[in-house]
């Protein structure tokens, strides 16, 4: 297995994402195609001083800049190491993109190369979240902004399968993030999508409020995309913050200094545990490919975390299993019929 990965996405390409990729192949003997320009790359694979055969590097002369227009870059900027990325997938060199770069233009990527699997009117972008119990799969979070409550119900399906199959979670337990577990909460957007998950093949809970998430009694957490971003952006920030105001907080005193050094080992576990990097990047599901999109801030820890997760997607055929369930359950195409006949006057 081979995978292709963006080596001039992120805040700090090529230096950490070569190291990521060295780290993949060190520890999980995952060989990694880097793609960017060629004479950056190998500086820093010779500053690693790493000679390792699972290491290539594919030239590529141009970037996709952080405030570029998604679509006309992937169209205009051919030879984009994103954009090469995608087409060593489609020409059958690799099987599977990661990049931490310009994050609209990997889901426009996905979307016109790899296209949308049948079925699928928008796909989504999903996060594994720490929670009192494990992972939680968050989606979308970011991708569809603006979402029909057929797509929230496509998102349900897609983040199911996910959890099914790539986080090996039975009979994943789906809710509805709403601002109350009443049904009679939410919007209309939440309330109609609410009615369609009802009627569906799945293991749904109802509404959930966003303190919910993190305990653990669901594992997947429905929104649209801009809900969805403000709750990981908004988590990303607390934990930041919480972390700093700990730390104030041990070295002010010479007892809580001590006290620490006593509880070093519980607080190095919980770090690891609420770290992004320990869950590497986000799949785009619903394309007709695995693509992961990583943190534009990714360190080395996180790229090699976001290339194993590219395997692990790939090792349980995760758009195989998404097309069995969509073409088993009929559920996309009954939501669609569903949602034209306004469920939302039940409500």
Do not use: W
């Given at each position: 297995m081979?995978?292709?990965?963006?080596a001039?996405?992120?805040?700090?390409a090529p230096a950490v994402?070569?190291?990521g990729a060295i780290?993949?192949?060190?520890?999980?003997?995952?060989?990694?195609?880097?793609?960017?320009?060629?004479?950056?790359?190998?500086?820093e694979?010779?500053r690693h001083?790493c000679?390792?055969?699972r290491?290539t590097?594919?030239?590529?002369?141009?970037?996709?800049g952080?405030?570029?227009s998604?679509?006309?870059?992937?169209?205009?900027?051919?030879?984009s190491?994103?954009r090469?990325?995608?087409?060593?997938?489609?020409d059958?060199e690799?099987?599977?993109?990661?990049s931490?770069g310009?994050?609209?233009a990997?889901?426009a990527a996905g979307i016109?190369?790899?296209?949308?699997?049948?079925?699928?009117?928008?796909?989504?972008?999903?996060v594994?979240?720490?929670?009192?119990?494990?992972q939680?799969?968050?989606?979308d979070?970011?991708?569809?902004?603006?979402?029909?409550p057929?797509h929230?119900?496509q998102f349900?399906?897609?983040g199911?399968t996910?959890?099914r199959y790539?986080l090996?979670?039975?009979?994943?337990r789906?809710?509805?993030?709403?601002?109350?577990e009443?049904?009679?909460?939410g919007?209309?957007?939440?309330?109609?999508?609410?009615?369609?998950?009802?009627k569906m093949s799945l293991n749904?809970i109802?509404n959930i409020?966003?303190?919910?998430?993190?305990?653990?009694d669901?594992?997947v957490v429905?929104?649209?995309?801009?809900v969805?971003n403000?709750?990981?952006?908004?988590?990303?920030?607390?934990?930041?913050a919480?972390?700093?105001?700990?730390?104030?907080?041990?070295?002010s005193?010479v007892?809580?200094k001590?006290g620490?050094?006593?509880?070093k080992?519980?607080?190095?576990n919980?770090k690891k545990?609420?770290d992004?990097?320990?869950?590497?990047?986000?799949p785009?599901i619903g394309?007709?490919g695995v693509?992961?999109?990583s943190?534009?801030r990714?360190n080395?820890k996180?790229?090699?975390?976001?290339?194993?997760r590219?395997?692990?997607?790939?090792?349980?055929?995760?758009?195989?299993h998404?097309?069995?369930?969509?073409g088993?359950s009929?559920?996309?195409?009954?939501i669609?019929?569903?949602?034209l006949?306004?469920?939302?006057?039940?409500v």
């Open positions: 081979k995978i292709a990965v963006d001039m996405g992120g805040d700090f994402v070569v190291e780290r993949a192949a060190k520890e999980f003997g995952i060989h990694s195609i880097l793609v960017g320009d060629k004479e950056m790359v190998n500086a694979l010779k001083g000679a390792d055969s290491i590097v594919r030239h590529a002369s141009e970037v996709v952080m405030d570029e998604p679509s006309q870059a992937i169209r205009r900027k051919k030879d190491s994103l090469v990325c995608f087409d060593l997938v489609n059958g690799a099987d599977a993109v990661v931490a310009n994050s609209g990997a889901m016109f190369l790899f296209k949308k699997i049948k079925g699928v009117d928008r796909p989504a972008i999903a594994s979240v720490p929670t009192m119990k494990g939680t799969v968050l989606l979070v970011g991708g569809n902004v603006d979402c029909k057929a929230l119900a349900a399906i897609m199911e996910y959890a790539a090996q979670k039975e009979s994943p789906v809710g509805l993030l709403s601002n109350g009443e049904e009679a909460k919007n209309e957007l939440t309330k109609e999508a609410n009615l369609l998950l009802k749904y109802g409020e966003g303190r919910d998430i993190y305990r653990g669901v594992d429905v929104a649209d995309g801009f969805g403000v709750v990981l952006k908004l988590s990303e920030g607390l934990m930041e919480l972390i700093s105001m700990l730390r104030e907080e041990i070295m005193s007892p809580s001590i620490y050094m006593l509880a080992g519980a607080f190095s919980l545990k609420i992004y990097a320990e869950y590497g990047g986000a785009l394309v007709d693509c992961i999109i943190h534009g990714s080395p996180a790229m090699k975390n976001a290339i194993l590219a395997r692990e997607c790939v090792t349980a055929r995760l758009n195989d998404l097309r069995e369930a969509i088993r009929g559920d996309i195409g009954n669609k019929e569903q949602s006949l306004h469920v939302g006057s039940e």
